[in-house]
C-alpha cells in the first residue's frame, strides 16, 4: 500500500462538543491520511471519534499536554507532507489543495501557511497590526509572538525529522518554539487566502489556562540562544527580544509580591545584557 502524500494530526482533549466539526472539514479536503490523538479525555470524545470508521485514532490513556500528543501523531504520520489542525478550527474548502499545488511546484520549499478567519465567541473579529503574515524570511517577525496558526501550516515531515518536533515541555506557547526552529533555517510562503478558521473565546483555549504566556516564550529564546544556529545578527535579534520580554515579566512578578519568580528573570537579563557588553566591547 502506498503512503499518503499528506497525512493531517488532531490532537483533542475534552472536546467532544466540537471535534466532528473538525473532522469532517478535513475530510472534506480529499485523499489524505488523518490521525487524531485523544489526549486522555474524560468526555464523549471516543464515543465520537468512533463515528468515523476512516480515521487512524490514539488513545492516550492520560491527559500528556497538546506538544505530546502531536508528536505521537507525527510518528504514526506515513506523508511526506504534514499538517495539523486544533480540535475547535475548521478548514475552509480548498485548504489542503492550494497547498500541496505550492508544494509540487516549489519543491524547495519547506513550510507553507494560509491567512485566516477568527471567531471569537461565534462573532468575527479582525486580527490587530501585530498579527500581521509574512512570507520569505520570517524569523525576525516571528520573534515578538506567534504568527502561524498550527492549524494553518504545511511541513514537510523531512523538516521536522531535522528540526525536531514541539517541545513536550512547554504546554503552551509549543508553535512559537517551532516556528522559530524552522525560520532560523527556512523560508516560509504566505497563502493569502482565508483557508482556516479559527475559533476562540470558550474556556477550555490553552492561552487562557495560563498566566503569563511570555515565560514559555522566553524558555524558547533562551533555548534558541544557547544553540548554534543563529548568526550574529538573529542572535541580537533573539537577545534584544529576550530581555524585552523577561523586563515585562518582572514587572507582573514583583506586582503579585512573587520575588522569587521576578529574580529568575532579572539574573537571565544581567546574563543576557554582559554578554551584549562584552560583544559590543570587543567590536570597540
Given at each position: 500500500?502506498?503512503?499518503?502524500?499528506?497525512?493531517?494530526?488532531?490532537?483533542?482533549?475534552?472536546?467532544?462538543?466540537?471535534?466532528?466539526?473538525?473532522?469532517?472539514?478535513?475530510?472534506?479536503?480529499?485523499?489524505?491520511?488523518?490521525?487524531?490523538?485523544?489526549?486522555?479525555?474524560?468526555?464523549?470524545?471516543?464515543?465520537?471519534?468512533?463515528?468515523?470508521?476512516?480515521?487512524?485514532?490514539?488513545?492516550?490513556?492520560?491527559?500528556?499536554?497538546?506538544?505530546?500528543?502531536?508528536?505521537?501523531?507525527?510518528?504514526?504520520?506515513?506523508?511526506?507532507?504534514i499538517c495539523f489542525l486544533d480540535s475547535d478550527d475548521?478548514?475552509?474548502?480548498?485548504?489542503?489543495?492550494?497547498?500541496?499545488?505550492?508544494?509540487?511546484?516549489?519543491?524547495?520549499?519547506?513550510?507553507?501557511?494560509?491567512?485566516?478567519?477568527?471567531?471569537?465567541?461565534?462573532?468575527?473579529?479582525?486580527?490587530?497590526?501585530?498579527?500581521?503574515?509574512?512570507?520569505?524570511?520570517?524569523?525576525?517577525?516571528?520573534?515578538?509572538?506567534?504568527?502561524?496558526?498550527?492549524?494553518?501550516?504545511?511541513?514537510?515531515?523531512?523538516?521536522?525529522?531535522?528540526?525536531?518536533?514541539?517541545?513536550?515541555?512547554?504546554?503552551?506557547?509549543?508553535?512559537?518554539?517551532?516556528?522559530?526552529?524552522?525560520?532560523?533555517?527556512?523560508?516560509?510562503?504566505?497563502?493569502?487566502e482565508k483557508l482556516i478558521l479559527k475559533r476562540g473565546?470558550?474556556?477550555?483555549?490553552?492561552?487562557?489556562?495560563?498566566?503569563?504566556?511570555?515565560?514559555?516564550?522566553?524558555?524558547?529564546?533562551?533555548?534558541?540562544?544557547?544553540?548554534?544556529?543563529?548568526?550574529?545578527?538573529?542572535?541580537?535579534?533573539?537577545?534584544?527580544?529576550?530581555?524585552?520580554?523577561?523586563?515585562?515579566?518582572?514587572?507582573?512578578?514583583?506586582?503579585?509580591?512573587?520575588?522569587?519568580?521576578?529574580?529568575?528573570?532579572?539574573?537571565?537579563?544581567?546574563?543576557?545584557?554582559?554578554?551584549?557588553?562584552?560583544?559590543?566591547?570587543?567590536?570597540?
Amino acid at each position: 500500500m502506498n503512503p499518503p502524500l499528506v497525512s493531517v494530526i488532531i490532537p483533542t482533549f475534552n472536546r467532544a462538543y466540537c471535534v466532528a466539526e473538525s473532522i469532517r472539514s478535513v475530510l472534506a479536503q480529499g485523499e489524505l491520511e488523518l490521525i487524531v490523538v485523544n489526549d486522555g479525555s474524560k468526555d464523549a470524545t471516543v464515543k465520537e471519534l468512533a463515528s468515523f470508521p476512516t480515521i487512524q485514532v490514539i488513545n492516550l490513556a492520560e491527559n500528556r499536554g497538546v506538544s505530546y500528543a502531536r508528536n505521537k501523531g507525527l510518528e504514526r504520520a506515513r506523508g511526506s507532507l504534514i499538517c495539523f489542525l486544533d480540535s475547535d478550527d475548521l478548514w475552509e474548502e480548498g485548504k489542503l489543495k492550494a497547498q500541496v499545488q505550492w508544494m509540487q511546484v516549489h519543491p524547495e520549499c519547506m513550510a507553507v501557511y494560509t491567512d485566516e478567519i477568527w471567531i471569537r465567541n461565534g462573532v468575527r473579529v479582525n486580527p490587530m497590526k501585530k498579527h500581521q503574515k509574512y512570507s520569505g524570511d520570517i524569523f525576525r517577525q516571528c520573534l515578538p509572538l506567534c504568527i502561524v496558526s498550527p492549524s494553518s501550516v504545511m511541513l514537510r515531515k523531512s523538516i521536522l525529522d531535522e528540526v525536531g518536533g514541539f517541545d513536550e515541555l512547554m504546554p503552551v506557547c509549543e508553535d512559537y518554539d517551532l516556528w522559530l526552529r524552522i525560520a532560523v533555517r527556512y523560508s516560509f510562503k504566505f497563502l493569502k487566502e482565508k483557508l482556516i478558521l479559527k475559533r476562540g473565546g470558550h474556556r477550555d483555549q490553552l492561552s487562557r489556562k495560563y498566566w503569563g504566556m511570555d515565560r514559555w516564550r522566553v524558555y524558547a529564546l533562551d533555548k534558541l540562544l544557547r544553540g548554534d544556529d543563529l548568526n550574529m545578527q538573529q542572535r541580537d535579534w533573539v537577545t534584544e527580544m529576550l530581555i524585552n520580554k523577561s523586563s515585562i515579566l518582572i514587572q507582573g512578578f514583583e506586582k503579585r509580591g512573587k520575588t522569587e519568580e521576578a529574580r529568575v528573570y532579572k539574573n537571565l537579563v544581567s546574563h543576557y545584557s554582559k554578554r551584549i557588553d562584552s560583544v559590543n566591547s570587543k567590536l570597540c
